[in-house]
């Protein structure tokens, strides 16, 4: 046990000194930020400030009343430019000569005929923002009608008594109990899930694979046999590794909550108001979701790494061993590609089988879990498959391994490899 | 003596796909000897030394170490050992590398860090201790190998081709450590394919040839018993005219002859004096002319044969 111990330490002691291990701890958040504030921009680029001037020139007071209206979202600051008969080609070139200079986003020309017909037009540099026109389509929507009811008759007050907003909410429901989670925030922590498993797993797995190879052109491996088991070296190696691994998901986590609790000193430093910042719907990781996904990342990265280990054991060099890889990683990168349909459909039958089969359950449960309530039951058997699957891989993984960090030369074929395995 | 041994091989065999690498092999290595496992290229040394660390597992036979029925592994704290083949991290810190390597065998880590601190500094590696092995020289980096061999005190060293690959000015530093630590009551098991090593160093010896055991014995005693009478002559002129007395059948024996320089087997009964007189007749200078001893050399040539010195075909390379 304490000779397990020893490797362990000096595997995770070695690794964490590594530049590459610093580049990417600190890369990480780097990234995560700049992807949450990516996002929050592309996403919210509607409300960002708005300068918009309305070309009036109707005979009404129907510019005035649109203009009030435009003028309701905070973010919205739309001017009225009166123009009359004729005047409108001298305006609108002016206009057009600096909109999106000049803190002009775009204008609105506003006549009486809109009353009837309906149309409007408008001309600015935000027409390509979907939520920019939504708005404004909106707001415009309720203005005709606002004056087409004035005409006959309503009195205007009433018009903007019934008249309210209309918001809707959406609240995810699992095991029986409504939780404050939005659809968007919902399907946010899922795909976040999937991409931190699917990069920590493969990652991670490779690290081992270098790690016996290195040992193995190295010809350390010799001088370490002579004092530990092979199985001793192996475990310590698995677990020393994953440990910089925990590490490090560890160290990304704490980042990554210090990113969202503080997102509005972030997005401020871009010019994104707090409130802004705030509103936009972000996953709440539970303490259940946490556990699931540490514990589905260790399995999956130990069941993942014992394979890598054989192959690297097998293996004479670092570009053997790439070759030898393959099999391995498109085990791991096929499905993974199909993990798409888990997060869109969670409760799907291709979920369901992917989170049962092992060699998929590492990503396809958490994510499963993350979108949709998942039966305990159901829980409980793809654990307890990927235990199975895990302790079968793992034994043979460990006689592959125990034969061939000793071997040099040819790499076996598979039947050598199954005698590889009965040997041991 | 059986009692006595440190290490004790008794009748192991391996075999690997396609042919057998060792074969009912035995051999018992006293306390405090230095003794040497001799052979060819492939004959099998690597593989009983690894039979020996428990590194591989023999198909027949065992292996006891200190009279104990404890693996190699188990006892890896009392052994040194250096493989064949070399090799270290090469991106650890020279010190760290040492303290792991001697943790592993079970050494406590406070006393593993002193040891390495001691032996650096006597092998004058100390301002390297805290580089990385990468940027050591070879040289440098053959040091540190052989301090991880024997940084914790074994009470045996098993060496397996120690001067193949070390530079000469470590090698000699080696021999020196290793004479020096046989004294002090160290038992050294070493293997070597270059004789006249093994004959300045070995109190004892095992040949092996194509996994056999040739002979075994102290080297005192194999010389008596494999002797015959031997005479070394070595002549400045009319080298020609003297290879008919060494083709004398009723002389000579066996014949060792490189033209100006040669080792004599004589047949039982016959006079070295006769021999001295035969080549000053023939018109030859003599230089030297010595009744000696049988070198280690001539009597593993004799035994196993040149042809021995050319593994077996079958994929020998991998596991020999």
């Given at each position: 046990?304490?000779?397990?111990?020893?490797?362990?330490?000096?595997?995770?002691?070695?690794?964490?000194?590594?530049?590459?291990?610093?580049?990417?701890?600190?890369?990480?958040?780097?990234?995560?930020?700049?992807?949450?504030?990516?996002?929050?921009?592309?996403?919210?680029?509607?409300?960002?400030?708005?300068v918009?001037?309305?070309?009036?020139?109707?005979?009404?007071d129907?510019?005035?009343?649109?203009?009030?209206i435009?003028?309701?979202?905070?973010?919205?600051?739309?001017?009225?430019?009166?123009?009359?008969?004729?005047?409108?080609?001298?305006?609108?070139?002016?206009?057009?000569?600096?909109?999106?200079?000049?803190?002009?986003?775009?204008?609105?020309?506003?006549?009486?005929?809109?009353?009837?017909?309906?149309?409007?037009e408008?001309?600015?540099?935000?027409?390509?923002?979907?939520?920019?026109?939504?708005?404004?389509?909106?707001?415009?929507?309720?203005?005709v009608?606002?004056?087409?009811?004035?005409?006959?008759?309503?009195?205007?007050?009433?018009?903007?008594?019934?008249?309210?907003?209309?918001?809707?909410?959406?609240v995810?429901?699992?095991?029986?109990?409504?939780?404050?989670?939005?659809?968007?925030?919902?399907?946010?922590?899922?795909?976040?899930?999937?991409?931190?498993?699917?990069?920590a797993?493969?990652?991670?797995?490779?690290?081992?694979?270098?790690?016996?190879?290195?040992?193995?052109?190295?010809?350390?491996?010799?001088?370490?046999?002579s004092?530990?088991?092979?199985?001793q070296?192996?475990?310590?190696?698995?677990?020393?590794v994953?440990?910089?691994?925990?590490?490090?998901?560890?160290?990304?986590?704490?980042?990554?909550?210090?990113?969202?609790?503080?997102?509005?000193?972030?997005?401020?430093?871009?010019?994104?108001?707090?409130?802004?910042?705030?509103?936009?719907?972000?996953?709440?990781?539970?303490?259940?979701?946490?556990?699931?996904?540490?514990?589905?990342?260790?399995?999956?990265?130990?069941?993942?790494?014992?394979?890598?280990?054989?192959?690297?054991?097998?293996?004479?060099?670092?570009a053997?061993?790439?070759?030898?890889?393959?099999?391995?990683?498109?085990?791991?990168?096929?499905?993974?590609?199909?993990?798409?349909?888990?997060?869109?459909?969670?409760?799907?039958?291709?979920?369901?089988?992917?989170?049962?089969?092992?060699?998929?359950?590492?990503?396809?449960?958490?994510?499963?879990?993350?979108?949709?309530?998942?039966?305990?039951?159901?829980?409980?058997?793809?654990?307890?498959?990927?235990?199975?699957?895990?302790?079968?891989?793992?034994?043979?993984?460990?006689?592959?391994?125990?034969?061939?960090?000793?071997?040099?030369?040819?790499?076996?074929?598979?039947?050598?490899?199954?005698?590889?395995?009965?040997?041991? | 003596?059986?009692?006595?041994?440190?290490?004790?091989?008794?009748?192991?065999?391996?075999?690997?796909?396609?042919?057998?690498?060792?074969?009912?092999?035995?051999?018992?290595?006293?306390?405090?000897?230095?003794?040497?496992?001799?052979?060819?290229?492939?004959?099998?040394?690597?593989?009983?030394?690894?039979?020996?660390?428990?590194?591989?597992?023999?198909?027949?036979?065992?292996?006891?170490?200190?009279?104990?029925?404890?693996?190699?592994?188990?006892?890896?704290?009392?052994?040194?050992?250096?493989?064949?083949?070399?090799?270290?991290?090469?991106?650890?810190?020279?010190?760290?590398?040492?303290?792991?390597?001697?943790?592993?065998?079970?050494?406590?880590?406070?006393?593993?860090?002193?040891?390495?601190?001691?032996?650096?500094?006597?092998?004058?590696l100390?301002?390297?201790?805290?580089?990385?092995?990468?940027?050591?020289?070879?040289?440098?980096?053959?040091?540190?190998?052989?301090?991880?061999?024997?940084?914790?005190?074994?009470?045996?060293?098993?060496?397996?081709?120690?001067?193949?690959?070390?530079?000469?000015?470590?090698?000699?530093?080696?021999?020196?450590?290793?004479?020096?630590?046989?004294?002090?009551?160290?038992?050294?098991?070493?293997?070597?394919?270059?004789?006249?090593?093994?004959?300045?160093?070995?109190?004892?010896?095992?040949?092996?040839?194509?996994g056999e055991?040739?002979?075994?014995?102290?080297?005192?005693?194999?010389?008596?018993?494999?002797?015959?009478?031997?005479?070394?002559?070595?002549?400045?002129?009319g080298a020609?005219?003297?290879?008919?007395?060494?083709?004398?059948?009723?002389?000579?024996?066996?014949?060792?002859?490189?033209?100006q320089?040669?080792?004599?087997?004589?047949?039982?009964?016959?006079?070295?004096?006769?021999?001295?007189?035969?080549?000053?007749?023939?018109?030859?200078?003599?230089?030297?002319?010595?009744?000696?001893?049988?070198?280690?050399h001539?009597?593993?040539?004799?035994?196993?044969?040149?042809?021995?010195?050319?593994?077996?075909a079958?994929?020998d390379?991998?596991?020999?």
């Amino acid at each position: 046990m304490h000779k397990i111990w020893v490797v362990i330490r000096r595997e995770f002691l070695e690794k964490v000194r590594t530049k590459w291990f610093i580049i990417s701890t600190v890369l990480g958040p780097l990234m995560m930020a700049g992807f949450v504030v990516i996002s929050i921009l592309v996403a919210g680029g509607g409300v960002a400030t708005r300068v918009i001037t309305v070309v009036d020139m109707s005979g009404s007071d129907f510019g005035e009343q649109v203009t009030r209206i435009l003028n309701a979202p905070e973010q919205w600051n739309v001017r009225r430019l009166r123009v009359g008969e004729g005047g409108l080609g001298r305006v609108t070139d002016s206009l057009t000569a600096v909109v999106g200079r000049e803190d002009l986003d775009g204008y609105l020309i506003v006549t009486d005929e809109a009353v009837e017909t309906g149309q409007l037009e408008y001309r600015g540099s935000n027409v390509s923002s979907l939520t920019d026109m939504e708005v404004l389509q909106r707001l415009l929507q309720q203005g005709v009608l606002i004056a087409r009811l004035d005409r006959v008759g309503v009195d205007p007050q009433l018009v903007s008594e019934a008249q309210i907003p209309v918001r809707m909410r959406t609240v995810n429901i699992r095991d029986g109990r409504e939780t404050d989670e939005s659809a968007e925030s919902v399907f946010l922590l899922a795909y976040a899930m999937w991409i931190a498993l699917y990069v920590a797993i493969l990652l991670y797995g490779l690290q081992v694979m270098g790690s016996v190879v290195e040992e193995k052109t190295t010809r350390v491996v010799e001088v370490l046999m002579s004092s530990l088991k092979p199985f001793q070296l192996l475990a310590g190696k698995v677990i020393g590794v994953g440990a910089v691994g925990l590490f490090q998901l560890l160290i990304w986590g704490l980042a990554g909550w210090v990113i969202i609790m503080r997102r509005d000193v972030l997005l401020e430093a871009f010019g994104v108001e707090a409130t802004t910042a705030q509103a936009i719907p972000l996953p709440d990781v539970s303490m259940a979701t946490a556990i699931i996904f540490l514990t589905y990342f260790l399995l999956g990265y130990f069941l993942y790494a014992a394979m890598f280990a054989a192959v690297a054991a097998m293996s004479n060099s670092e570009a053997e061993a790439r070759q030898a890889q393959t099999p391995v990683v498109m085990l791991f990168v096929i499905p993974s590609m199909l993990m798409f349909t888990v997060l869109q459909q969670p409760t799907g039958s291709i979920a369901v089988a992917f989170s049962l089969i092992p060699f998929t359950a590492p990503i396809a449960m958490p994510v499963r879990w993350a979108g949709a309530a998942v039966p305990l039951y159901e829980l409980a058997a793809s654990i307890a498959f990927l235990v199975a699957a895990l302790c079968a891989v793992t034994w043979v993984a460990a006689r592959i391994y125990r034969v061939g960090i000793l071997m040099y030369g040819k790499r076996p074929g598979l039947k050598e490899l199954v005698r590889w395995v009965r040997a041991g | 003596m059986q009692n006595d041994a440190v290490v004790d091989v008794r009748g192991v065999t391996k075999r690997f796909a396609g042919h057998t690498a060792v074969r009912e092999l035995s051999l018992a290595v006293p306390r405090g000897a230095v003794y040497g496992l001799l052979g060819p290229n492939g004959a099998g040394k690597t593989t009983t030394i690894r039979m020996i660390m428990d590194i591989i597992v023999p198909d027949e036979g065992s292996v006891h170490l200190f009279g104990s029925s404890k693996t190699g592994r188990d006892l890896s704290e009392r052994i040194g050992y250096l493989p064949e083949e070399r090799g270290l991290y090469r991106k650890m810190r020279v010190l760290d590398l040492l303290v792991f390597l001697a943790e592993a065998k079970g050494v406590g880590r406070k006393r593993a860090k002193h040891d390495a601190q001691t032996w650096l500094e006597r092998l004058g590696l100390s301002d390297w201790a805290q580089r990385k092995v990468d940027q050591l020289s070879k040289g440098m980096q053959q040091k540190v190998q052989f301090i991880s061999t024997l940084l914790h005190g074994p009470d045996l060293l098993i060496l397996d081709e120690p001067f193949s690959g070390f530079d000469p000015v470590n090698t000699q530093l080696m021999k020196d450590v290793v004479l020096e630590l046989a004294r002090a009551g160290t038992t050294v098991l070493f293997s070597t394919h270059i004789m006249e090593q093994a004959e300045k160093l070995c109190d004892a010896v095992c040949i092996i040839a194509r996994g056999e055991k040739v002979l075994d014995g102290r080297l005192a005693e194999v010389k008596r018993t494999h002797g015959g009478q031997h005479v070394i002559v070595a002549v400045e002129q009319g080298a020609a005219s003297v290879d008919n007395v060494f083709r004398d059948a009723s002389l000579v024996a066996k014949a060792d002859n490189y033209g100006q320089y040669a080792e004599l087997e004589l047949t039982e009964g016959a006079d070295p004096q006769q021999v001295l007189e035969r080549v000053l007749a023939a018109g030859a200078r003599v230089t030297r002319f010595e009744i000696a001893e049988p070198t280690l050399h001539k009597i593993f040539i004799d035994l196993v044969g040149p042809e021995a010195g050319t593994a077996r075909a079958e994929g020998d390379d991998a596991h020999a």
